[in-house]
């Protein structure tokens, strides 16, 4: 009898009574204790199933192989044998295993990227979708506003017309006015007066022509207009979503959100959503009649304010960031998130050259002297200088290292000084015509979202991200 495990003569041999097996007793105990089962067919066995066999006590013989030493050197180097070849398959296997876990481990990690990015891309897709809001473009009155794409109305045509012939004729050989503040009055700026936090996430801000009232608005949706000799908001407006840029139309507030609509507040008051959604930037006409915005939705729309209705809206290739009218009214530029400033005429809506400024247009700023403007990129220390008679390369007249990041930049009505804020502080460029050299007149830390100046550039108003309203004079 030999024993179904060991293969051996079983000292104390049991048989199952279910499969008939023979087994040494203490190997199929131990092995019932931890398994229930028979090891040969695999059917529930129990301890109390086995039965004790009666057999003569057998006295081993020594094999034959071990009674010299020869023999017994033999036989160790059989079991080195074996033990070698078996090291050489685990050595095998275990290779193998690392090879199997490697190309499981660059798989998984091959699936995350793809899922982070597929999160990515539908986060973003949710967050582009919950921004657009297509309107059926009607006003506050009722009044259905007619989009046209093929230009300006006759009347408004004439009004560009007759703004571009007026102010065109003195522009580059007028002199400064008498009154106007000089380089060492600026030099002198100091903080004249300060705010206290008026709206969150603040990055607009529109002076009015008097220099008294300035319109501040922040994420909150809440736009105000704030009096600069008081030192206090006068009046709130609820704007609906964060305001993205804000102008004045008389002393109508007019202020663009980030849901779309551009609002008109005071007397006649006015609600416009010919954007799919955001409207970026704001920018009034100088006959300050026709108001245009630029959106995420790749177009610009121009409105007539008078007749309280939007009159023409073109689509172009990227998403517009900001804008601005120039001085003489003829021309209209939007800054674009491929890094353009196009340039389109305002009475056709045709595109009329565009300046390559590098990255994303975070502002515009037209000089009065009717052929430079100034632009920045986001996150730019730079300004660069365009000069709108030359093309490519050659339109960049001056690029002016401001020493810190910039968000918006205004010329002064003569057209000699440049400020540049940003959340570092503040900076105003001097334009010398008789020499024809740049020079910086003062920089102070004051950081800024926004920046307009004031009468006769005697003051600079200045607003932050907190929506601080500063004063500098």
């Known amino acids: 009898m030999l024993c179904s495990i060991s293969g051996e003569a079983p000292q104390h041999p049991v048989a199952s009574s279910k499969s008939g097996n023979v087994y040494e007793k203490r190997l199929i105990e131990a092995y019932i204790t931890e398994n229930h089962k028979d090891p040969v067919n695999g059917e529930e066995l129990e301890i109390t199933d086995l039965i004790d066999l009666k057999s003569a006590k057998i006295v081993t013989p020594r094999p034959p192989t071990l009674t010299s030493i020869p023999s017994l050197l033999s036989t160790f180097q059989n079991e080195w044998d074996s033990l070698a070849l078996e090291s050489y398959t685990l050595r095998q296997q275990l290779q193998e295993t690392r090879q199997e876990l490697a190309t499981a481990l660059y798989q998984h990690d091959a699936a995350v990227r793809v899922i982070a990015r597929l999160t990515r891309e539908r986060n973003e897709a949710r967050d582009a979708l919950s921004r657009v809001s297509i309107g059926a473009g009607s006003a506050n009155n009722g009044d259905a ?153 790749k ?123 940003g959340p570092r502080g503040l900076t105003i460029s001097q334009y010398t015509k008789s020499s024809k050299s740049w020079s910086d007149v003062i920089s102070t830390a004051v950081p800024a979202t926004a920046v307009e100046w004031g009468p006769e550039a005697k003051t600079l108003i200045t607003v932050n991200g907190d929506g601080i309203v500063t004063v500098l004079g």
């Open 145 to 297: 506003m007619q989009i046209d794409s093929q230009g300006l109305p006759e009347e408004l045509a004439a009004k560009v017309d007759d703004t571009q012939e007026k102010l065109s004729k003195s522009r580059r050989k007028r002199p400064a006015p008498k009154e106007w503040a000089d380089s060492e009055v600026i030099g002198n700026f100091g903080v004249a007066t300060q705010s206290e936090p008026l709206y969150p996430g603040c990055t607009s801000l529109a002076v009015d022509a008097s220099g008294q009232l300035a319109i501040v608005g922040g994420s909150d949706g809440v736009a105000g207009v704030y009096s600069i000799p008081e030192n206090k908001v006068q009046q709130s407006f609820k704007a609906g979503s964060a305001v993205t840029g804000a102008v004045w139309y008389g002393t109508q507030p007019v202020v663009s959100t980030s849901n779309g609509a551009v609002k008109v507040f005071g007397d006649n008051e006015v609600t416009f959503t010919s954007h799919a959604g955001s409207a970026n930037a704001l920018a009034l006409h100088p006959s300050g009649d026709i108001l245009a915005s630029v959106g995420v939705d």
């Open 299 to 421: 177009s610009f729309v121009f409105y007539d304010l008078p007749g309280g209705k939007a009159v023409t809206q073109v689509n172009t290739d990227s998403e517009l960031t900001t804008a601005a009218f120039h001085p003489d009214g003829h021309l209209f530029a939007a800054g674009g998130a491929d890094g353009q400033i196009k340039m389109f005429h305002v009475k056709t809506g045709e595109n009329a050259a565009n300046f390559e400024l590098g990255g994303p247009v975070q502002d515009i700023a037209f000089s009065e002297n009717g052929i430079w403007f100034a632009a920045v990129a986001k996150g730019s220390n730079n300004v660069v200088v365009f000069d709108l008679r030359k093309e490519g390369k050659a339109a960049e007249a001056k690029v002016l290292e401001i020493g810190g990041q910039v968000d918006s930049i205004r010329w002064d009505y003569t057209g000699q000084y440049l400020a540049a804020s």
